[in-house]
């Protein structure tokens, strides 16, 4: 099994920035890939950022690419999303999941459905 605590979220003003964290434990080498999800009120849970922990490659929704960054370190297990230049859409509950599956690199990888672990979330709100 896979633990997964997510912390950092909060309220920031249009244009600020967050740095989300995703604290891993259990059996860490199950993870392939890991991601942040997001979800609005009233919205489906979304894909915003992966990161395969092997090669690091990352792969990001358009609506936040060039804004948000996920990295990881390994020594710490933990899993980190930089967001910057935030706007009021981007507020939402966000997610960390890790997928123990092989997944091609692309838009699968931010199919939540791929995702076998998840957190509780944490709240980030933005305000104009």
């Known amino acids: 099994q896979v633990q997964l605590v997510e912390s950092g979220g909060g309220s920031v003003q249009t244009g600020g920035s967050l740095r989300l964290s995703c604290a891993v434990s259990?059996?860490?080498?199950?993870?392939?890939?890991m991601g942040w999800f997001r979800q609005a009120p009233g919205k489906e849970r979304e894909g915003v950022a992966t990161?395969?922990?092997?090669?690091?490659?990352?792969y990001y929704a358009d609506s936040v690419k060039g804004r948000f960054t996920i990295s990881q370190d390994n020594t710490k297990n933990t899993v980190y999303l930089q967001m910057n230049s935030l706007k009021p859409e981007d507020t939402a509950m966000y997610y960390c999941?890790?997928?123990?599956?092989?997944?091609?690199?692309?838009?699968?990888?931010?199919?939540?459905?791929?995702?076998?672990?998840w957190g509780q979330g944490t709240q980030v709100t933005v305000s104009s």
């Open positions: 999941a890790a997928s123990s599956r092989l997944l091609p690199y692309g838009g699968t990888t931010l199919q939540e459905r791929v995702y076998n672990y």
């Open positions: 259990g059996y860490t080498y199950l993870r392939i890939c």
């Open positions: 990161i395969y922990t092997g090669t690091e490659r990352t």
